[in-house]
């Protein structure tokens, strides 16, 4: 296969994600070639074409698609994004003033139909317990909250037709540090504690990865008690603006009201880079629209675009 096709690996990208790979798939046989699967994935990912419409310098689509799939499902792809970000962080180039913010993806007609029990490669081992009901499995661990593995099939109803994705950035490089994705109807604020709890930054020489940011910006979505609450709770230094309903009841209960939240003016403006941050992830087709049947299979999806950036920034 011919290298330096457009959106492809480079020599040099290769090389920071080859030791991180996957050696084996626990079954007879070897691995095809992750850096032609790899492109492949990437290829989808940046044009959002059908994963039969690959071109046949990828190999089979379907080897594509199920190790895209599988990757998804494991944690490859977010195991990937820690490494770079702990690269990252090992020369300080990671800016622990980050923002939270979410975004909304429509999804598209072929996001429906999915089956509604786990596929095979999901299933525990023989005699064990199905990863459908283990607080391990990924749709479960990634949003927050308990959720079966039909919530993340796309039906009908409310907000059946969008999946929202919710992001913590630093600033200035435009680089996402959590994701993880929810229904489109589910609020901003629901989901601010499940994405800082989901950073994790490996530090080989500290031993335990960093999981703490500096301090926080965010709009007046996440603006409310449960979430300044956990800010505090985790000694967090956050930039939050007050809502004009939340200010007037304070002012109206006089001394009772307590003081007003504090708020960094000048912090507050490097927030626009989280919505940069989602520009550019939505630079990808496969992430601005959602094709994928599956919520992790979207979640893979974006992470993948997130390595991406993170590769060439």
């Known amino acids: 296969m011919g290298r330096g096709e457009r959106g492809d690996l480079s020599d040099a990208e290769w090389e920071r994600l080859r ?53 998804s499902a494991d944690g490859t792809w977010e195991r990937l994004l820690q490494q770079l970000q702990a690269a990252a962080d090992a020369v300080g180039e990671i800016d622990w003033d980050v ?19 786990p596929p095979p490669a999901l299933a525990a081992p023989k005699g064990g317990e199905s990863l459908e009901h283990q607080d391990e499995a990924p749709w479960q661990s990634l949003v927050g909250r308990p959720a079966g593995w039909r919530r993340w099939c796309r039906r009908r109803g409310s907000g059946a037709f969008a999946r929202r994705f919710h992001k913590q950035d630093p600033p200035e490089r435009r680089r996402p540090l959590s994701l993880i994705v929810t229904p489109g109807q589910w609020a901003d604020c629901t989901q601010f504690a499940a994405v800082l709890e989901k950073i994790r930054v490996p530090r080989p020489r500290a031993g335990r990865p960093r999981k703490k940011p500096d301090s926080v910006a965010a709009d007046k979505a996440y603006s409310n008690s449960p979430c300044r609450q956990y800010l505090r709770r985790r000694g967090i230094v956050h930039t939050i603006p007050e809502k004009a309903d939340s200010q007037a009841a304070r002012l109206r209960k006089g001394s ?10 000048e912090r507050y403006k490097k927030r626009n880079t989280v919505e940069r941050t989602v520009n550019r992830l939505k630079n990808f087709r496969a992430v601005a629209t959602r094709y994928d049947k599956r919520g992790y299979v979207f979640l893979g999806t974006v992470s993948a675009a997130a390595v991406i950036v993170w590769l060439r920034s």
Do not use: M
């Open 19 to 71: 030791p991180f790979l996957p050696v084996g798939n626990g079954r007879c046989g070897r691995w095809r070639d992750h850096r032609q699967v790899i492109d492949g994935i990437l290829h989808r990912v940046r044009t959002g074409v059908h994963w039969r419409d690959l071109p046949e310098r990828f190999g089979p689509w379907k080897t594509v698609y199920e190790r895209h799939r599988l990757w």
């Open 256 to 265: 009772r009201g307590g003081r007003p939240p504090g708020f960094h003016e």
């Open 99 to 117: 923002s939270v913010d979410s975004t909304v993806v429509r999804a598209h007609q072929h996001a429906a139909g999915a089956r509604t029990e």
